[in-house]
């Protein structure tokens, strides 16, 4: 059965920590890996990867795939209270698969 | 400019009634798709239409029935409203299949 799994389940940071989320992926005929973020409303895309290795990078976010391994993280540098929200992970092969989400709290 | 838009964005109904939502998208995205989120968080997709042809439909109850009058418009009606329904029902596009998707607001169904 194709899955995504997400971890933390959740993570309490204070700001300018730095925070590593985890995604492993299971999906048949495997094309891509997604992360979103969801605030209050819809979640937002935020990177896909479809190469190994490659680290994609926007401001303080990056994050890099692992084929290899089936996995990716997301790294959150220097985190501010804005950044406090749901990360989902997301696979593509046939179709989308998305993890439970990572529940991200930054403390000031 | 709204590049997915869902109506309504709040829905409130009884058990049994039948309910329709809307959404369209502005980004002239080949592909569209539902999905639900339940009170965990999680979001599973229910349906995706591509060109205005089903693609994937997720084993869901047939009461829930999705309708593509055309690319840019994909709506999701109802039937016999259960409980279990309620939940957060997202519209997203993408330019094609299993490509970056892009999310609607969400329309928040309650069901008493």
């Known amino acids: 059965e194709d899955k995504v799994v997400q971890s933390p389940l959740s993570l309490v940071v204070h700001e300018g920590d730095t925070v590593t989320l985890n995604c492993s992926y299971e999906?048949?005929?495997?094309?891509?890996l997604l992360w979103y973020k969801q605030e209050k409303k819809a979640p937002t895309f935020l990177f896909m990867l479809t190469s190994s290795g490659i680290e994609k990078k926007s401001g303080r976010l990056s994050s890099i795939l692992d084929k290899k391994e089936l996995s990716s993280i997301l790294n959150i540098t220097a985190t501010q209270t804005g950044d406090s929200a749901i990360y989902l992970c997301?696979?593509?092969?046939?179709?989308?698969?998305f993890g439970t989400g990572t529940s991200l709290t930054v403390i000031p | 400019d709204t590049a997915v838009s869902q109506t309504p964005k709040y829905l409130v109904t009884q058990m049994g009634n039948d309910k329709s939502i809307k959404c369209e998208q502005n980004?002239?995205?080949?592909?569209m798709y539902w999905y639900k989120q339940d009170s965990k968080k999680f979001l599973k997709i229910m349906f995706s239409?591509?060109?205005?042809?089903?693609?994937i439909n997720e084993t869901v109850p047939n009461r829930f029935s999705p309708k593509s009058p055309d690319k840019a418009h994909l709506n999701l009606h109802i039937n016999s409203l259960e409980l279990g329904d309620s939940a957060v029902y997202f519209c997203?596009?993408?330019?094609?299949?299993?490509?970056?998707?892009?999310f609607g607001p969400g329309t928040r169904l309650t069901v008493t």
């Open positions: 239409y591509n060109n205005k042809e089903l693609i």
């Open positions: 997301a696979s593509t092969g046939n179709q989308f698969y």
């Open positions: 980004l002239g995205h080949d592909t």
């Open positions: 999906v048949t005929n495997f094309r891509s």
């Open positions: 997203a596009s993408s330019p094609r299949l299993v490509d970056e998707q892009y």
